[in-house]
């Protein structure tokens, strides 16, 4: 199997009037079935180095590899299918639409998707809305949905292509620490069944969830960890509900 995610001395320059230097040769590989934590400072490159990983935007030099695929020499519409098929997407702000159910939430990529599956985009929907918990929240709209049940949807929305990789910016920032626990639990059950993740976050605490932390500081990676002790989501929230007894 190929590495999942291949990087070569990516550099990035905004161009403005005092040009900003925000990654200056980032190298990292990451294989299949890793979950990766990205710390640093605000302002470290962080989310310029999740967009290029995500393909959405493109380096100023230096090269990437994704899945085997080299994603230098693509053009815009090679790199919306690459993106739609390889990649799935988590957000802070969870970024759903509104007065929409879970369920169209989900199938929304399928629909845009130029290479149709065989499976019916409803079907692969709602199989991606059980995965997370969802069951019985299908015809919710989002409004109608708690916070930590909106990035739930937005999880199963990132899993409806199959992605070879889940990119999530912040995922928990907009939650409380209960909440949080809950949706690391998810992560971490995904990613024992294969499914390789990229996280930023803020926390060293929810770094604890991951199994490896690479850190970022002005646009370099400064350090790249094994995570010793791995937190277990699911068992601490067992012990959180116990304390309260719920
Ligand atoms: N579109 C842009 N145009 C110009 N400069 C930008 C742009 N996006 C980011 N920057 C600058 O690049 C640097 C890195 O920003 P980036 O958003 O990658 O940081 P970050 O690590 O994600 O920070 P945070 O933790 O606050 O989200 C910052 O100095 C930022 O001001
Ligand atoms: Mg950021």
Same mark, same amino acid.
């Given at each position: %199997? ?35 934590s990205? %710390?640093?400072?605000? =302002? ?43 990649? =799935? ?43 997370v918990g969802l069951?019985?929240? %299908? ?7 708690s916070g930590g049940q909106?990035q739930r949807?937005?999880i ?15 995922p928990t920032g907009n939650l409380d620490s209960r909440t949080s626990l809950d949706l690391m639990g998810l992560f971490q059950e995904l990613n024992q ?6 996280l930023?976050t803020?926390e060293p605490d929810i770094a604890m969830f991951t199994?490896?932390?690479?850190? %970022? ?10 995570i010793?002790e791995q937190r277990d989501a699911k068992l601490e929230l067992e012990e959180f509900s116990g304390v309260i007894g719920i």
């Amino acid at each position: %199997m190929p590495e999942v995610i291949q990087t070569f001395d990516l550099k990035k320059t905004y161009p403005l009037e005092e040009p900003v230097h925000a990654l200056r040769g980032v190298n990292l590989t990451i294989g299949p079935g890793e979950f990766v934590s990205i %710390m640093g400072a605000s =302002g470290s490159g962080k989310s310029t180095f999740m967009n290029i990983l995500g393909c959405l935007d493109r380096p100023t030099s230096g090269s990437y590899e994704l899945d085997g695929v080299k994603v230098g020499g693509l053009s815009r519409n090679e790199l919306a299918d690459i993106r739609n098929e390889k990649i =799935g997407f988590v957000f802070q702000g969870f970024n759903l639409l509104s007065r929409t159910s879970a369920l169209e939430n989900v199938e929304l990529p399928l629909v845009y998707q130029r290479k149709k599956s065989k499976i019916k985009p409803k079907d692969k929907a709602m199989d991606c809305l059980v995965r997370v918990g969802l069951a019985d929240r %299908m015809g919710h709209q989002t409004q109608q949905l708690s916070g930590g049940q909106q990035q739930r949807v937005a999880i199963a929305r990132s899993l409806v292509n199959d992605p070879a990789l889940i990119l999530a910016d912040e995922p928990t920032g907009n939650l409380d620490s209960r909440t949080s626990l809950d949706l690391m639990g998810l992560f971490q059950e995904l990613n024992q069944q294969g499914i390789t993740i990229v996280l930023v976050t803020h926390e060293p605490d929810i770094a604890m969830f991951t199994k490896r932390c690479v850190e %970022m500081r002005d646009g370099l990676i400064v350090r790249d960890t094994p995570i010793e002790e791995q937190r277990d989501a699911k068992l601490e929230l067992e012990e959180f509900s116990g304390v309260i007894g719920i």
